[in-house]
């Protein structure tokens, strides 16, 4: 087992700590224990992960949907109100068992009710492993604006099981290697090379490499969360394949998944900034069967309109994260009133 320290000190609670490993799920029970004295706990989880959630053996437990159609404000209603009805209080503990959707909801959830509350996040596939599950971001969907409504409050701790992934499909598990592609590409060069070298082992899910792999990435995101806990400087850069890949699943109605919309996103993003280093990524990209070009019934003034619903766009401009060269990146803003997308 291997361990990983969050440090925000501004915070209710300053460090939390991601446990990452085979079969680290055991440990539930011990990391409940060590956070303090809960009069209750409750689990909110995704109905694909049942068989899982039945195994953890806690009373209260509310079902989820999959997908991100549940992420609404009506279903964050929906869970309070159970929430209210089986008693959890202020000294109770939210679990969030399940992908990106359930911790970004399940932690909105936690931070609204009675003004807050503990949450502990189990990520089940390898997007919220390395991404939703960690540093504190929250929210959910308002019509055709992705994440707009939302808080920063972080988890009391995360468990990163990767045996949890053995049953996840394998497109499902290739969306989540962009979100550690694009970490990589974006600041660690020499993360990326290892990548480049061993992605059929991390396809196969050898288990040491693969499990290397997430704790790397989960360190790298741990720095610009410590360094930049609200979004405003160094962790935008974790926002790279964002701006154009959340425009896409607003236009296709999130009928295309978050880790190719994200692919798209950084294929053309680095292609905006004449990355010396774009090929490199979109080569790695198509090497775990993701796309890289825009879908062609979607005019760039239609894609740019819904980019301006970003939450990064600033009065005309946009702000999008891009790596110059691969372990280089930067946030740059572009003007809206001259954009043009031009992508073969």
Same mark, same amino acid.
């Given at each position: 087992?291997?361990?990983?320290?969050?440090?925000?000190?501004?915070?209710?609670?300053?460090?939390?700590?991601?446990?990452?490993?085979?079969?680290?799920?055991?440990?539930?029970?011990?990391?409940?224990?060590?956070? &303090?004295?809960?009069? !209750?706990?409750?689990?909110?989880?995704?109905?694909?992960?049942?068989?899982?959630?039945?195994?953890?053996?806690?009373?209260?437990?509310?079902?989820?949907? !999959?997908? =991100?159609?549940?992420?609404?404000?009506?279903?964050?209603?929906?869970?309070?109100?159970?929430?209210?009805?089986?008693?959890?209080?202020?000294?109770?503990?939210?679990?969030?068992?399940?992908?990106?959707?359930?911790?970004?909801?399940?932690?909105?959830?936690?931070?609204?009710?009675?003004?807050?509350?503990?949450?502990?996040?189990?990520?089940?596939?390898?997007?919220?492993?390395?991404?939703?599950?960690?540093?504190?971001?929250?929210?959910?969907?308002?019509?055709?604006?992705?994440?707009?409504?939302?808080?920063?409050?972080?988890?009391?701790?995360?468990?990163?099981?990767?045996?949890?992934?053995?049953?996840?499909?394998?497109?499902?598990?290739?969306?989540?290697?962009?979100?550690?592609?694009?970490?990589?590409?974006?600041?660690?060069?020499?993360?990326?090379?290892?990548?480049?070298?061993?992605?059929?082992?991390?396809?196969?899910?050898?288990?040491?490499?693969?499990?290397?792999?997430?704790?790397?990435?989960?360190?790298?995101?741990?720095?610009?969360?410590?360094?930049?806990?609200?979004?405003?400087?160094?962790?935008?850069?974790?926002?790279?394949?964002?701006?154009? &890949?959340?425009?896409?699943?607003?236009?296709?109605?999130?009928?295309?998944?978050?880790?190719?919309?994200?692919?798209?996103?950084?294929?053309?993003?680095?292609?905006?900034?004449?990355? =010396?280093?774009?090929?490199?990524?979109?080569?790695?990209?198509?090497?775990?069967?993701?796309?890289?070009?825009?879908?062609?019934?979607?005019?760039?003034?239609?894609?740019?309109?819904?980019?301006?619903?970003?939450?990064?766009?600033?009065?005309?401009?946009?702000?999008?994260?891009?790596?110059?060269?691969?372990?280089?990146?930067?946030?740059?803003?572009?003007?809206?009133?001259?954009?043009?997308?031009?992508?073969?």
């Amino acid at each position: 087992m291997n361990t990983v320290s969050i440090n925000i000190p501004a915070t209710k609670n300053p460090t939390y700590s991601v446990l990452i490993g085979e079969g680290v799920l055991k440990e539930l029970p011990t990391v409940i224990a060590n956070l &303090g004295l809960f009069d !209750s706990v409750a689990l909110l989880y995704d109905e694909a992960v049942q068989g899982l959630a039945e195994k953890l053996d806690i009373e209260i437990m509310i079902p989820i949907k !999959s997908g =991100e159609s549940s992420k609404t404000m009506s279903e964050a209603e929906r869970i309070t109100s159970e929430l209210l009805a089986r008693g959890i209080n202020r000294q109770s503990l939210l679990i969030c068992l399940g992908g990106g959707m359930v911790t970004d909801l399940g932690g909105f959830v936690a931070s609204s009710y009675m003004r807050g509350i503990g949450h502990i996040n189990i990520p089940t596939t390898v997007l919220g492993m390395v991404d939703a599950s960690v540093g504190g971001k929250t929210g959910v969907d308002i019509g055709a604006a992705k994440n707009i409504v939302g808080h920063f409050h972080h988890p009391r701790s995360v468990i990163v099981d990767t045996d949890t992934l053995s049953t996840l499909p394998k497109e499902q598990f290739c969306e989540g290697l962009v979100e550690i592609i694009k970490i990589a590409a974006i600041m660690d060069k020499e993360f990326f090379e290892e990548l480049e070298s061993n992605i059929e082992d991390i396809i196969l899910r050898d288990r040491p490499t693969l499990t290397s792999c997430i704790q790397r990435a989960i360190q790298l995101k741990a720095v610009s969360v410590e360094e930049d806990e609200k979004d405003t400087g160094k962790r935008l850069l974790l926002n790279f394949g964002h701006t154009v &890949g959340h425009a896409l699943e607003v236009l296709l109605k999130f009928t295309l998944s978050h880790g190719k919309a994200v692919s798209i996103g950084m294929a053309c993003e680095m292609q905006l900034t004449d990355s =010396e280093d774009a090929d490199r990524v979109i080569r790695l990209l198509e090497r775990i069967d993701m796309p890289t070009k825009l879908p062609q019934q979607y005019s760039a003034r239609e894609i740019l309109e819904a980019m301006k619903h970003d939450k990064k766009a600033i009065s005309s401009s946009l702000r999008f994260a891009a790596p110059k060269r691969i372990g280089e990146g930067t946030v740059m803003e572009l003007d809206t009133n001259s954009f043009e997308l031009q992508f073969s």
